[in-house]
Each structure stands twice: as C-alpha cells, then as structure tokens.
C-alpha cells in the first residue's frame, strides 16, 4: 500500500526555521524524484522544491531559494525540507509526492509562520 506521512510542521514566527519530513513506503523510494508541495490557505497547491531520484539534482521555486534546502534518505525512503527564515508566505499545508507520477496524497503537515 503506497502510502506518504509527512510531519515536522508547526507554529513559528518569521525568521524561524522548521525540518518537514515525508515518510514513503509502497513503491520503490530510491526510483523516483521526490518533491514538496505546499498549499496556502485559499490557494491551489504548488511546488516548492524538487530532488533528483540520485539526490544530485534540486530545484526550488524562486521564492524558496537560499531558503529552503531539499534532501533524501533512501535508506530511510524519507525526503525532507529544512526551511530557514521563514516569513509568513511560507504559511501552508505542506505535501510531498513523487515527481512527475504522483500517488495518493499524504495528510499534509501544516506550516504556520505569525509574530
């Protein structure tokens, strides 16, 4: 059963920093680009940042460079998000899924940045 559980998200004031974490069982990990969505409030979901199947390649949307850094763990079929001087943009319900072939959406973790 494929299955995605992200966590690590919080409450923090801007100029903070939070670690998001997406576990992955259900497929072959090491096989697939991995990436982190996120959606804030009244929007559609986005892209945040994506990583190669090998780990050697990320991208990030404009907004979150220099900001954001995107890794993986195969080993532990965990990819995660350290996310430095947030600011209250980055406010969002954040996703990860396969690039490019998703599966079914994990519950998110939510990501709230306020003095």
């Known amino acids: 059963q494929v299955q995605l559980v992200e966590s690590g998200g919080g409450l923090v004031q801007p100029g903070g920093s939070l670690k998001l974490s997406c576990a992955a069982s259900?497929?072959?990990?090491?096989?697939?680009?991995m990436a982190w969505y996120r959606q804030p409030p009244g929007k559609e979901r986005e892209l945040a940042a994506w990583?190669?199947?090998?780990?050697?390649?990320?991208v990030y949307v404009d907004s979150a460079k220099g900001r954001f850094t995107i890794s993986r763990d195969d080993a532990k079929n965990t990819v995660y998000l350290q996310m430095n001087n947030l600011n209250f943009d980055d406010t969002a319900v954040y996703y990860c899924?396969?690039?490019?072939?998703?599966?079914?959406w994990g519950q998110g973790t939510q990501v709230t940045v306020s003095a």
């Open positions: 259900g497929f072959i990990f090491s096989n697939y680009a």
């Open positions: 899924n396969r690039l490019g072939a998703p599966v079914s």
């Open positions: 990583i190669g199947y090998d780990g050697r390649d990320t």
